[in-house]
C-alpha cells in the first residue's frame, strides 16, 4: 500500500523483525524522497512511523494507530504530508513533487 500510494517517492525496502509467535510483529525499512529513511513499524496491531536519526527514531504522527481500524489511504497522506513538511521545497521542486 505504502509502495502504491508514493510510487517513484520511495526506494528499497528491507522487512525485518519478523515475528508471528506469540504476537505478529514486524518493521519495514524504506527511503523516502531520497531525503529520509522511514521505519514502519507493526506491533500487535498498532501501527506507526518514525524517521530514522541513528539509534533512535523521530515519530511521525498520523491519526491512524491501529492496524484493524486505520485506512491505509488517509495512513500514506498524512505520512506524506509529514514527510513533505521536512524537506525543503527546492528539493522537492527539483524532483517534481511539488
Excluded at 506469540?22 to 514502519?40: G, K, L, Q, S
Amino acid at each position: 500500500m505504502i509502495k502504491g500510494h508514493f510510487d517513484n517517492k520511495i526506494g528499497d525496502f528491507t522487512i525485518y523483525n519478523i515475528t508471528e509467535e506469540p504476537y505478529e510483529i514486524f518493521n519495514i525499512t524504506f527511503d523516502a524522497y531520497h531525503y529520509h529513511i522511514v521505519n514502519f513499524s507493526y506491533n500487535r496491531g498498532s501501527i506507526g512511523c518514525g524517521l530514522s536519526q541513528g539509534k533512535y527514531d523521530i515519530e511521525l504522527k498520523t491519526s491512524q494507530e491501529w492496524y484493524d481500524k486505520a485506512d491505509m489511504d488517509v495512513f500514506c497522506k498524512e505520512l506524506q504530508e509529514q514527510l513533505e513538511l521536512r524537506i525543503p521545497n527546492k528539493f522537492l521542486e527539483h524532483y517534481g513533487w511539488k
